[in-house]
């Protein structure tokens, strides 16, 4: 939960370029809007799937926060912000799914000539292990197979 509420949180706490005081210029308004339309959208959704359970979990801090420790209405205070926090943890999860962060995405550059040798060298590594010991199936000498294609793809 941690990773994407922070992702999340990060996302929703970046600051909006700040608009020349008392009225947004024009030029302010049409890079908000023709750079920004789909997160801003993606992030309105975002906050209505998780309006309800906030509201959810801030009365069931305030009413836990009124009680007594371990007497059943904290209990079950605390177990209705428990079960808040996990629809806030599912909504976020399926919107960091929905919403992959475009960096992350980014798929890696190619190998480089020193770190295609390397990954040759440790395939023959591989290799002589696999041929002097058992437990190899077909499965494993096609996974070094595909690691050793890896390793001749030049660097384009």
Do not use: C
């Amino acid at each position: 939960m941690t990773a994407a509420l922070a992702r999340a949180r990060a996302l929703l706490d970046t600051p909006p370029t700040p608009p020349v005081p008392g009225q947004l210029t024009t030029d302010h308004q049409e890079q908000h809007m023709t750079e920004t339309p789909a997160r801003v959208l993606a992030l309105m959704s975002l906050m209505r799937d998780i309006e309800k359970p906030s509201g959810v979990y801030n009365r069931a801090v305030r009413r836990a926060a009124q009680t007594l420790t371990d007497s059943p209405e904290n209990e079950a205070a605390q177990a209705r912000g428990n079960a808040a926090l996990l629809e806030i943890e599912q909504a976020v999860r399926a919107w960091v799914a929905k919403y992959p962060d475009p960096e992350q995405a980014k798929p890696e550059p190619p190998f480089t000539a020193s770190e295609r040798q390397f990954l040759a060298f440790a395939m023959d590594l591989a290799f002589d292990r696999m041929v002097n010991r058992d437990g190899f199936d077909d499965e494993d000498h096609a996974a070094l197979a595909r690691f050793r294609r890896l390793a001749e793809q030049p660097t384009p």
